[in-house]
Nanobody
Framework: QVQLVESGGGLVQPGGSLRLSCAAS????????ISWFRQAPGKEREGVSC????????YYADSVKGRFTISRDNTENTVYLQMNSLKPEDTAVYYC???????????????WGQGTQVTVSS
């Protein structure tokens, strides 16, 4: 069965850190570009970060640049999102998606995970 499964979300205080994982089963992640998106209540889904399959180039939304780091471990068939210096405005459901290109819009991705909740609050 082909699927992406996110994990690692939770409740954290402002300034804290979390590491999200996106594990693939049924297909090989290293052939795909992987993006992280997030969606807060009442807001549009937005692209957060992306890592390309071809050369490992990484991209970040301005709102997370310098705080978040995306990486991939092809031996584990997993992509990670290390999130540091978290802010209340980072609160959202975080999704990973697999596709061919880095896109900041949600269209064009072949596989999506079910999402993991991140809540930043004191």
């Amino acid at each position: 069965q082909v699927q992406l499964v996110e994990s690692g979300g939770g409740l954290v205080q402002p300034g804290g850190s979390l590491r999200l994982s996106c594990a693939a089963s049924g297909f090989t992640l290293d052939y795909y570009t992987i993006s992280w998106f997030r969606q807060a209540p009442g807001k549009e889904r937005e692209g957060v970060s992306c890592i390309r399959s071809t050369d490992g180039s990484t991209y970040y939304a301005d709102s997370v640049k310098g705080r978040f780091t995306i990486s991939r471990d092809n031996t584990e068939n997993t992509v990670y999102l290390q999130m540091n210096s978290l802010k209340p405005e980072d609160t959202a459901v975080y999704y990973c998606a697999a596709g061919r290109l880095c896109r900041w819009v949600s269209q064009g991705y072949k596989y999506w995970g079910q999402g993991t909740q991140v809540t930043v609050s004191s």
